[in-house]
């Protein structure tokens, strides 16, 4: 009996913490983007590639929306829509930003994210973009990365 008590306790707890990041993570400033951001380009810039993350990790853009950014598309929405709605990586909790290298073979792009959250390290870690359907999206591998980074209990499968 204890144990459930203690067990409530904690989720309370995590619920109200959540709620309130939540609350706090909707002030947050992110561009305004059309509601069918895509990146199209044959040969994105960094700037483009940001673009993505941000639309994906600091809008409240729809499921479909976010799925057309990520390589899995509505498999793998759970994952920029988790990241989104913990305002992990978006004001005024945390921050992003998509540096160089970009290194560019073809229908892949890479570059470096760099990301950091209150009372958590600084992320630093190479992530893939893939032209898919016409359109650079992040890739599968880099999202289940992300989670591993993070510590996100997110089934990952990528």
């Known amino acids: 009996m204890h144990q459930i008590r203690r067990t409530i306790v904690a989720f309370v ?41 941000e639309f994906l990790v600091e809008t409240p853009a729809s499921d479909q929306a976010k799925a057309a950014n990520v390589e ?17 990586f978006r004001a005024p909790r945390g921050w992003n930003e998509v540096t160089g290298p970009l290194v560019q073979k073809g229908n892949s792009a890479t570059a ?9 390290p600084t992320i ?3 992530i893939e973009f893939k032209k898919l359907d016409g359109n650079w999206k992040l890739s599968a591998n880099s999202l289940c990365q992300g989670v591993k980074t993070v510590g996100l209990k997110i089934y990952c499968n990528g």
């Open 13 to 53: 707890a995590f619920c109200t913490a959540i709620a309130g990041v939540v609350a706090l993570a909707g002030t947050a400033d992110a561009k305004n983007f059309p509601a069918n951001f895509k990146v199209t380009t044959d040969r994105p810039t960094l700037a483009d590639l940001g673009d993505i993350v």
């Open 72 to 88: 899995g598309g509505m498999n793998a929405v759970i994952v920029p829509k988790t990241v989104y709605s913990l305002g992990l």
């Open 112 to 120: 470096t994210l760099n990301s950091g959250s209150a009372g958590r």
């Open 124 to 126: 630093r870690m190479t």
